[in-house]
């Protein structure tokens, strides 16, 4: 094992978490903040400064040698910006000059967020030993990423995979993207409560209308709840079926708050699955939970710094 370490930064619209990680993806110190998203594009910059201060407090961070970052999209690796949907303050936003001055100029390596928890499920969890894979992330957002003939497929922008906004209603609502119909306006958390909410849910005493919350009624039996959930996982397997008929992966893996819903989210998701995965090369396909966590994010972006040095033992990013 390696003794330096490499930083990493997970950056949702939800939080901002960073670690120090060594080279067998443990992590050794961990910092976060929330994101905040809805203000402009310096106050959530400082965030970020905020989590690397903390990270930097640690006695440990004189071994780091590298970063990776990897952030709600889209993002423009090869221009070092991003512009995640959920986060409005930033567009074309120059974080990774940004990241690389607030740290001294350490190198940086820049991944959307569904490309880090492919990076994390391919080199340790449940996409460990498949050569093709889509690995996406469920939760306030829909994110995904490819690993194609063995190696993380980041494409040239970084954000290859990107199933989230992928159209499966083309009457469908408008999406924050531009678009209409999209995966993540139909199977995101924020939206699954949403729809449940306009068909009749109505949360408990504590006023819970998360995404967790109406889970719990689905278990429980409410139509309303139940509904929502079985249309967002048909909108997920008809987004995983088109990303396998057009590159032949043969597992999907679902990560994420959302996915945390269990047997809720994943019966009716195998069940769409085989409406919508028809042709012979992809009836094989099959659907796993996510293994890495809440961690993942952060273990995929250690994975994208990692493979770039020169000694890398983990796959290609």
């Known amino acids: 094992m390696r003794t330096d370490l490499v930083a990493a930064l997970d950056i949702g619209g939800t939080k901002i978490a960073g670690a120090l990680v060594d080279g067998d993806g443990r992590i050794q110190a961990r910092a976060q903040r929330p994101t905040p998203a809805q203000q402009d594009g310096e106050t959530v910059m400082r965030a970020v400064e905020g989590v690397l201060g903390d990270l930097a407090g640690s006695p440990l961070w004189g071994r780091a040698r590298s970063i990776g970052i990897g952030s709600a999209g889209p993002v423009d690796a090869s221009a070092g910006t991003v512009s995640p949907v959920n986060v409005p303050g930033?567009?074309?936003f120059p974080l990774v000059e940004r990241v690389r001055a607030a740290t001294g100029g350490l190198p940086v390596e820049l991944i959307g967020d569904g490309v880090a928890i492919t990076a994390a499920e391919h080199w340790q969890g449940a996409a460990r030993?498949?050569?093709n894979a889509l690995c996406m992330v469920v939760s306030t957002g829909v994110g995904g990423g490819l690993v194609l003939n063995g190696q993380v497929h980041p494409g040239p922008t970084g954000n290859a995979g990107h199933i989230g906004h992928i159209s499966v209603d083309l009457d469908g609502d408008p999406c924050p993207c531009g678009s209409r119909g999209c995966v993540e306006r139909l199977a995101?958390?924020?939206?699954i409560a949403r729809r449940a909410l306009e068909q009749g849910w109505r949360p408990g005493p504590d006023g819970d209308t998360s995404a967790a919350?109406?889970?719990?009624?689905a278990?429980?039996?409410?139509?309303?709840?139940?509904a929502s959930f079985e249309r967002a996982a048909r909108a997920l397997a008809a987004g995983i079926a088109a990303t396998a008929t057009l590159v032949e992966i043969d597992i999907a893996v679902i990560g994420g708050g959302v996915g945390k819903a269990g047997d809720i989210?994943?019966?009716p998701l195998r069940e769409a699955l085989a409406d919508y995965a028809t042709l012979s090369f992809v009836r094989r396909l099959t659907v796993a939970p996510a293994r890495m966590g809440t961690d993942a994010g952060l273990v995929g972006a250690?994975?994208?710094a990692l493979a770039r040095e020169p000694?890398?033992?983990?796959?290609?990013?």
């Open 188 to 191: 995101s958390g924020p939206n």
């Open 213 to 217: 919350a109406v889970a719990a009624a």
């Open 219 to 226: 278990r429980e039996g409410d139509p309303a709840a139940l």
């Open 265 to 267: 989210l994943f019966t």
């Open 311 to 317: 000694d890398a033992t983990v796959a290609k990013v």
């Open 302 to 304: 250690a994975a994208a």
């Open 90 to 92: 930033w567009r074309d």
């Open 129 to 131: 030993g498949h050569d």
